[in-house]
């Protein structure tokens, strides 16, 4: 479904992704974990049009996606949850919610999705005319993940879905990754907890400054004494 092609990336003369490649296929969850600085914000930020790769392409369904604008990428059936939340602070739950189907003309099919996320995330529901910038940070980043569901995706990007919420939401907020997965949406997710990431992921890839150094199935890399002690404190 998705293939990075040897993309790099520079930040002025510094080389932040050296000839990345990679491929998420229909229905997989896909762990990219690493240190902080490894680089994985940039290479969502390439596939979703953020940042352009110097050389590289990405394709999404034989689609070359490394000339279109953001926004259209939306339209092909991609949802980014970017890291930090960024939900629109002054507006309310409901609002924002909406503002992830701005790709969906048909006012049926947005009010179908609203259910469906909101049967995902019962406190939106409860909450869907509170200011977003009053919620929690948990709550905050179950609307980024609610949002980017309204655009009914085909893949789902998620960067750092668990950063810092407490054990007890970070558990909360992996289950519906499960449960989205379920559902049929292929996700890639980028994750500082590894342990967490591995446990839900199929397959996953370890990036250290740029590179990719190790990849496999999620369950053989958890085993892997290499990733215990970098990544899982064992």
Do not use: C, W
């Amino acid at each position: 479904m998705l293939k990075v092609d040897n993309i790099q990336v520079y930040y002025g003369m510094i080389n932040a992704i050296k000839g990345v490649s990679f491929e998420v296929n229909e229905g997989e969850v896909i762990a990219l974990i690493g240190a902080n600085g490894a680089g994985k914000t940039t290479i969502l930020h390439t596939i979703t049009g953020l940042v352009a790769p110097k050389s590289g392409h990405v394709y999404f369904e034989d689609k070359d996606l490394t000339k279109i604008p953001p926004h259209k990428i939306v339209y092909l059936g991609m949802a980014h949850v970017p890291e930090g939340r960024r939900v629109f602070q002054q507006l309310t739950v409901l609002e924002n919610l909406k503002l992830g189907a701005f790709s969906i003309k048909d006012n049926a099919k947005i009010e179908e999705n609203l259910k469906y996320v909101y049967a995902h995330f019962p406190r939106l529901e409860e909450r869907k005319n509170q200011v977003a910038g009053t919620l929690s940070g948990g709550e905050q980043q179950m609307l980024a993940m609610g949002r980017a569901l309204m655009s009914n995706p085909k893949i789902i990007l998620m960067d750092e879905p668990s950063m810092g919420l407490s054990p007890l939401l970070v558990n909360e907020i992996f289950k519906i990754i499960g449960e989205v997965s379920k559902d049929g949406t292929t996700v890639l997710l980028v994750e500082q907890n590894a342990k967490k990431a591995l446990s839900i992921a199929d397959r996953a890839y370890v990036l250290e400054t740029g590179n990719i150094v190790m990849e496999g199935k999620a369950s053989e890399l958890l085993n892997d004494p290499r990733i215990k002690a970098a990544y899982l404190g064992e």
